[in-house]
Nanobody, 120 residues
Framework: QVQLVESGGGLVQAGGSLRLSCSVS????????MGWCRQAPGNQRELVAV???????NYADSVKGRFTISSDNAKNTVYLQMNSLKPEDTAVYYC??????????????WGPGTQVTVSS
């Protein structure tokens, strides 16, 4: 079994910062990529940021220059530093990981989500 656990969400004023963390545990052979998606009420889930095992990153245009994704490979943990937050960043943020198990099966896994609310 593979588990993703997020932390770091909360309520912040516009212009403030939050740091999200996501730790992966369980039966893992390797992690291909980890990232963050978000879903606001009434909207589809959208990609926020992703980082591959080689360190390549990709960001949604709406967060470029404000959000930074990073990882601690030794801890199987990915972070999302969110600065200059805007009310439109309010959403449930989900951690996502593409993981290869010891059985050499690759699947996508999701965390339960953490709420980020930005007040104006």
């Amino acid at each position: 079994q593979v588990q993703l656990v997020e932390s770091g969400g909360g309520l912040v004023q516009a212009g403030g910062s939050l740091r999200l963390s996501c730790s992966v545990s369980g039966s893992i052979f390797s992690i291909n990529a980890m990232g963050w998606c978000r879903q606001a009420p009434g909207n589809q889930r959208e990609l926020v940021a992703v980082m591959t095992s080689e360190g390549s990153t990709n960001y949604a245009d709406s967060v470029k220059g404000r959000f930074t994704i990073s990882s601690d490979n030794a801890k199987n943990t990915v972070y999302l530093q969110m600065n200059s937050l805007k009310p439109e960043d309010t959403a449930v943020y989900y951690c996502n990981a593409s993981i290869r198990t010891p059985e050499r099966l690759t699947s996508d896994y999701w965390g339960p989500g953490t709420q980020v609310t930005v007040s104006s």
